[in-house]
């Protein structure tokens, strides 16, 4: 045990990597380490990294400066799925002292202790196929929301994507075990648990992603539903394909289960998806948005897209504006193609050239703040819970209804980490709602 031993952690990336970041700085405080914020002068700053980021390179460079600026003498470690992609290439950058690779990084105690008499950066990194374990996880720092991973990596190879080979084979863990960490999540006093993975409608292989089990997402959400203590289930990004009308169904009758999907599309074209390799074409996306709509007019729903993916030509581009502008969709995350090493994509011609890739963006950025602007217009007039985090924006608070409108109310004290009934009555040029507490107001705790 390293008693006094401080230690900081920065997250790039998803929602996977917070709960994954949060899961470390348990383990190591139950080792006798004490967590520090980032800005903070610790004896060990951890950064657990991220290959989607653009430039994780040099996003990884200016982190590691920075925690030597705060403090010199301190280790820099670095962990997550960039590490694993390009263990060498991070060990090469001035300050590091030790890169660990997706397997290693759930036992980064045992790593620190050794590392107090080692000087040169070293790599601990296995190969991927070798990830035969499933590490439980979940964020816990922030009062109202947490992330609790249920399932990880991925077995789909979509051409353009490098995460089946940062995080290994998709597995998760029983369901049983599931709702062990589940409860855990549910003392922390959490209103609402967001799902995580990285193809979390997979859920249901064995925990060395070997064989599929007799369970699969939706007994998941059916078994995690009556679990009292949380008020609010949120289920992230699930692959078009694997939203089935079951999940649907069952999150409209809900209580307790979210109206709002994230449901990646990336090409409106079916040319371009097949290329991409992914496993629906546009038939069915539209058949998933429009089943959701009709038993659930008020389900928000968030689209992922990429633009500029090589072959994308004007007219196809066009397809997916046209196509995503016909969709009843309410917000989109836009992201430009960026070449990935060892991805089949690379072998894909002809590229399209950075202006145009940037110039996509920008429109789509633009239907994507249409989009979100008509879907909350809708709702003025209306009542909805808000659940307040614990921002005080000078003298603004802010929070979510349960469909994902972001409201803002004066701030109270009173309200944060509670769900009120909010009536929306303005829409703000500034991204949210403006909201009060409705005539009738309801409070749970
Ligand atoms: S589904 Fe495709 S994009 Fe998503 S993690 Fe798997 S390979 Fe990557």
Redesign the pocket.
Known sequence: MFYNRKVALHTLGCKLNFSETSAIARTLVDEGYQKVDFGEVADYYIINTCSVTQNADKETRQIVKTAKRTNPEAKVVVVGCYAQLKPEEIAGINGVNLVLGANEKFKIHTYLEQLETDIAAKVISGAIDDVGFYADAYSHGERTRSFLKVQDG?????S?????MA?GK?RSNSIEKTLEVARKVAATGVKEVVLTG??IGDFGKTTDGLERTEEDFFALIRALEPLEAVNRWRIS?I?PNLLTNDIIDFVAQSPTFTPHFHI?L?SGSDKILKL????YLTKLYRERVENIKAVMPHACIGVDVIVGFPGETEEQFLETYNFINSLDVSYLHVFTYSERANTRALNIEPIVSQAVRKERNKMLRILSEKKKRHFYEQHLGTERTVLFEAENDNGIMYGFTDNYIKVAVPYREDWVNTLRTIYLFEFSTFGYVKGEAAAAMSLST
């Open positions: 991925c077995d789909y190879f979509c353009f994507c490098t995460i089946p995080r998709s990285v193809n990004s692959e990646p990336q991409m390799r992914r496993k």
